[in-house]
């Protein structure tokens, strides 16, 4: 009999037709949402309780502490309770109340600080100080192998071996470590975009990571190019796939298909596979799909 944790992973990958301008290019997105969890920080999430379980790291009576944007927070919050493992989760104040919600629906502790990099710091001091376990996302090789594992084999499956481009947000950068590493063992010759925001611009799970916050999983080398995503084609991107795509999706996901769609422009044919990281629903306390 099937348990909750064996449906994370093989989610669907759908064409993107309407927002595609070069009929010799085909866009494809990975459903992410479509995970128990609602994202894709499911799969680095299982794989790190797991693994980390697995190896002795962890067991029943630890205390697990975790700094998160948001998705990884609600599933290590799902994937913790399904173990009996205690969890605190430390986000930025701006994090949408939907978020947070929904990780104390799971039994989470959440903790709100100012920003992001001070989340992380203050994670890192309950784990120095030995009260607690941080997994460190940014850090744990756990997480970008869930990729290696699972999306990788998923998307070179699913598009029969023909992808020519991977594209993907970075926040961690987990995701496109991970896809990375596989989709190139399989051909070199695929090349693999990173996303980040231009100088200025908040895209919620989308990261310009200051030098000394750069997460410590991340190989330049596995990422042929960076592509600068502004925070208006982000969220004008992310209306057009709900109203015209019907895929309703997070603004970090408009981000990547923003930058999956100037990469078609450019192209004289291609397979462009990108991740749709999560569900809009998951924003509907902000601003994103107002007009």
Known sequence: MATLLDFVGNTPLVEITRLNPNPNV????????HNPGGSVKDR???????????????????????????????????IARLYNLSIELVMPQNSTRERVLT??????????LESIEICRDYAQEKAD?????????????????????????????DTDGKITHFVSSMGTTGTIMGNSLYLKEQNPAIQVVGCQPTEGSSIPGIRRWPVEYLPKIYNPSRVD??????????????????????IFAGMSSGGCVSAAIRLAEELTEGVIVCIICDRGDRYLSSDLFGE
């Open 225 to 246: 190019r960076v592509m600068d995503v502004s925070e208006a084609d982000a969220v004008q991107t992310t209306r057009q796939l709900a109203k015209v795509e019907g």
């Open 26 to 33: 085909r866009i494809f997105g990975k459903l992410e949402g």
């Open 103 to 112: 990780m104390e629906a799971f039994g989470a502790k959440v903790t709100l």
């Open 129 to 157: 100080a030995g009260t607690h376990f941080q997994l460190n996302q940014f850090a744990n090789p756990d997480n970008y192998m869930a990729h290696y594992k699972s999306t990788g084999p998923e998307i070179w499956r």
């Open 44 to 78: 680095p999430a299982l794989n790190m309780i797991r693994s980390a379980l697995e190896r002795g790291d962890i067991g029943p009576q630890t205390s697990l502490i975790e700094a998160t944007s948001g998705n990884t927070g609600i599933a290590l919050a799902m």
